[in-house]
């Protein structure tokens, strides 16, 4: 099962992009990236998920190298209420969640 | 609506005395699965079950037990109880397809544990 590696925390000012890596160098071919994020205390919510080619959808913007091993998640002009724990996983049948980066968005 | 829902939200109870946790969802999915939040450790997942009928643990088993009867209920059981199940606990429906890795998770929203 492929591992993932994220920063513990950020910060990003409001109104800038915010950009969260996550590194999956283990990730076999046919596995996708998959992006949540958990807003204090509540349960985790689906952001985007992709398998080479960058995706976009009304959340968010994925970036994934050409390589697959590494990821960026771009939340285009960031808001207070984007302040949560984003989560990056690689899912087999079970999903497996790590510690996530906690974004802190201030004005 | 697609959801998750648990029950009860809340509960404060004393060691050893039996409780369960609902979960149900309206996916009609078949993955389902229970994890638990503590600060600094993230989410951890408990058990899980592919289909009515077949459960596994997951990362942290002990002391739990879950039954999958029907395909839109997944009950959290913790036959005796202790300190140190006090947790924020999370179950979730997955939507999976026939092409590897396409996962896709909701979560219901949560039920905070004491244990006195």
């Known amino acids: 099962d492929a591992k993932t590696t994220q920063p513990p925390s950020m910060d990003c000012a409001e109104g800038r992009a915010a950009n969260l890596p996550c590194n999956h160098s283990?990730?076999?071919?046919?596995?996708?990236v998959y992006w949540y994020r958990q807003i204090h205390s509540q349960g985790p919510q689906y952001i985007i998920h992709?398998?080479?080619n960058n995706e976009t959808n009304e959340m968010a913007s994925l970036i994934i190298t050409e390589d697959r091993k590494s990821s960026t998640l771009i939340l285009p002009h960031a808001t207070l209420r984007d302040t949560a724990v984003y989560y990056c996983?690689?899912?087999?049948?079970?999903?497996?969640f790590g510690k996530g980066t906690t974004l802190s968005v201030s004005s | 609506e697609a959801q998750v829902t648990q029950n009860p939200r809340y509960l404060i109870t004393v060691t050893g005395k039996k409780l369960t946790v609902t979960c149900s969802q309206n996916?009609?999915?078949?993955?389902m699965s229970w994890y638990r939040q503590d600060p600094g450790l993230g989410l951890r997942q408990i058990y899980y079950?592919?289909?009515?009928?077949?459960?596994d643990k997951g990362d942290v088993p002990e002391g739990y037990k879950v039954s999958r009867k029907e395909k839109r209920n997944f009950p959290l059981i913790l036959e005796s109880p202790s300190p140190n199940q006090t947790s924020l606990y999370f179950c979730?429906?997955?939507?999976?397809?026939?092409?590897?890795?396409?996962?896709?998770?909701?979560f219901g929203p949560g039920t905070r544990l004491t244990v006195l």
């Open positions: 979730a429906s997955t939507r999976t397809s026939g092409r590897a890795g396409l996962n896709e998770q909701f």
């Open positions: 283990t990730i076999s071919g046919n596995e996708y």
């Open positions: 992709g398998l080479k």
């Open positions: 996983i690689v899912p087999p049948t079970a999903l497996i």
């Open positions: 996916m009609n999915h078949e993955y």
């Open positions: 079950s592919m289909n009515v009928e077949v459960t």
